[in-house]
C-alpha cells in the first residue's frame, strides 16, 4: 500500500542547516512535494520535484530525492525562527489524483 | 484571488448534532479535496472532486459523513450526527491539475476547527 514515513520532531539552533527526511513506498510516485503549517494555518507548497530528477534547489531549500531507496530529504540552509513549522512531505502519482501526506515533522528553531 | 475560504473557521457544537462545513474553492480549479487533521492520524484524504463530480470518497469515515459540490464554487461537508471523536481540523484545498505545471500545486484553506462535546 502507499505510505509516506517523516520522523515528528527536529530541533536546531538559529542559522544551522535543518534536515527532514521522508521515505515513501509507491515507486510510481511521479510528483514528490514538501508543505509547510505554520500555527493555526492551512498548508503552503514549499518545493516539489518530479521524479526524474534528483536534485533541486531553490534559494535556501535543496531537495534531494533518491528513488532507488524512495527517500526524499529538504535541507533547509540557515535556519531562522521563522522556519518554526511542521513540515509534511506528500507523493502522488500523476495530475488528477490525491496526495499522499506524512504525518509532518515538527521543526522547532531556538535562538 | 482570496485563496481557498472556508467557513466557519471554529465550531462547537454538542453531541448528536449536525454540523456543516463550507468551502469556497479558488476560481477557475477544477479539483477540490477534503481533509481531516488530528495529532492521532495526521492528514487524512476524505473525499475528492473533479468538476463537481466526487473522485474518490473512500476516505469518508462512515455514513454520518457526507460531502456535496453543488457547483464550482461551493462544496460542503456534513457530519450528521457528530460525535466527540470527529473532533479536528478539517482543510478543504483546490487545485488545477495540469501534468507538469507547478507539480499541480494544491492550495489549502484555513481549516476549520471542529470541537463536538
Known amino acids: 500500500g502507499e505510505d509516506v514515513e517523516q520522523s515528528l520532531f527536529l530541533s536546531v539552533r538559529e542559522g544551522d542547516s535543518s534536515v527532514i527526511n521522508c521515505t515513501y513506498t509507491?515507486?510510481?510516485?511521479?510528483?514528490l512535494y514538501w508543505y509547510k503549517q505554520e500555527p493555526g494555518a492551512g498548508l503552503q507548497l514549499l518545493t516539489y520535484i518530479f521524479s526524474n530528477m534528483d536534485m533541486k534547489q531553490d534559494q535556501r531549500l535543496t531537495v534531494l530525492l533518491n528513488k532507488k531507496d524512495k527517500h526524499l530529504s529538504l535541507r533547509i540552509a540557515d535556519t531562522q525562527t521563522g522556519d518554526s513549522a511542521i513540515y509534511f512531505c506528500?507523493?502522488?502519482?500523476?495530475?488528477?489524483?490525491?496526495?499522499?501526506f506524512g504525518k509532518g515533522t515538527t521543526l522547532s528553531v531556538s535562538s | 484571488d482570496a485563496g481557498v475560504i472556508q467557513s466557519p473557521r471554529h465550531e462547537v457544537t454538542e453531541m448528536g448534532q449536525e454540523v456543516t462545513l463550507r468551502c469556497k474553492p479558488i476560481s477557475g480549479h477544477d479539483y477540490l479535496f477534503w481533509y481531516r487533521q488530528t495529532m492521532m492520524r495526521g492528514l487524512e484524504l476524505l473525499i475528492y472532486?473533479?468538476?463537481?463530480?466526487?473522485?474518490?470518497d473512500s476516505g469518508m469515515p462512515e455514513d454520518r459523513f457526507s460531502a456535496k459540490m453543488p457547483n464550482a464554487s461551493f462544496s460542503t461537508l456534513k457530519i450528521q450526527p457528530s460525535e466527540p471523536r470527529d473532533s479536528a481540523v478539517y482543510f478543504c484545498a483546490s487545485s488545477l491539475e495540469v501534468e507538469g505545471a507547478r507539480g499541480n500545486e494544491q492550495f489549502f484553506g484555513p481549516g476549520t476547527r471542529l470541537t463536538v462535546l
Open positions: 506528500a507523493e502522488k502519482h500523476q495530475a488528477g489524483t490525491a496526495l499522499i
Open positions: 509507491d515507486s510510481s510516485s511521479t510528483y
Open positions: 472532486f473533479n468538476n463537481n463530480v466526487p473522485i474518490d
